[in-house]
């Protein structure tokens, strides 16, 4: 029996719709998704998962793993750097290269620690960016905004007596300000309801070592401000 043949039109697809990926293509996660929502209610395991499966910008491509933060959940100090580098993506901890050894001597040196201690000893710490930028370049303002709730549910659920922002993009991005860090040093700031204290970044320190003494200053004026002395 002959079969009719009946002309099927090929279906025109709207031109924003992308062709169908051929079948043998192999499976591609997109590379950037939202971000969940949520994050300010999270507890800390909510955010660390969230974390470590964020795909909000296209740093999510090449780490190594996510650098969430260290030290203890109910530190007194917390410590604010930009993000993480070669070391730290390998390692998944924030600050273990050249410069997180300045920072731990500059720890000790107040009686802080970021290992195992009570919590007026231990200190948190954590960077803007929870991704290492290729080639340690400057964080994007879309990467900072992408990642920011993070680091402020990080400081809503440490909360801290006093955060120590350590270099221009951790400063300017929690100050909300592009006031370079020599003109914000020396008084107190605010977030989040906690003091604030800006300092130099270490591997800036290990630059400029002259600036070290200038850092010491700050770490005093940290000090004063835990003791309660300032506001
Ligand atoms: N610099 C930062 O700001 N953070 C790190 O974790 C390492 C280097």
Known sequence: ??????AVPEPVLPAAVPA??????????????????????????????AV?????CTLCERRKQTVFGVGHPQAQWMLIGEAPGEQEDLQGEPFVGKAGQLLDNMLRAVGLTR???PAHEQVYIANVLKCR??????????????CEPYLLRQIALVQPKLI????RFAVQSLLKTGEPIGRLRGRVHEVQG???????HPAYLLRNPLDKARSWED?????????????
Do not use: F, H, I
Not at 1 to 6: A, F, I, L, R, S
Not at 164 to 167: C, H, I, S, V
Not at 194 to 200: A, L, R, W
């Open 194 to 200: 906690v003091p604030v204290v800006v300092t130099y």
């Open 133 to 146: 930028p290729p080639q340690n370049r400057n964080p994007e303002p879309q990467e900072v905004a992408q």
């Open 164 to 167: 120590l922002a350590m270099g």
């Open 1 to 6: 029996v002959p079969v009719p043949v009946v």
């Open 219 to 231: 770490l005093c004026l940290a000090r004063e401000v835990m003791a309660g002395k300032l506001r």
């Open 20 to 49: 169908p990926a051929p079948a043998s293509a192999p499976m591609v996660t997109p590379v950037v998704a939202l971000r969940p929502t949520g994050v300010a209610a999270m507890d800390w395991d909510e955010l660390r998962a």
């Open 115 to 117: 290992s195992e201690a």
């Open 52 to 56: 470590s499966s964020c795909r909000a």
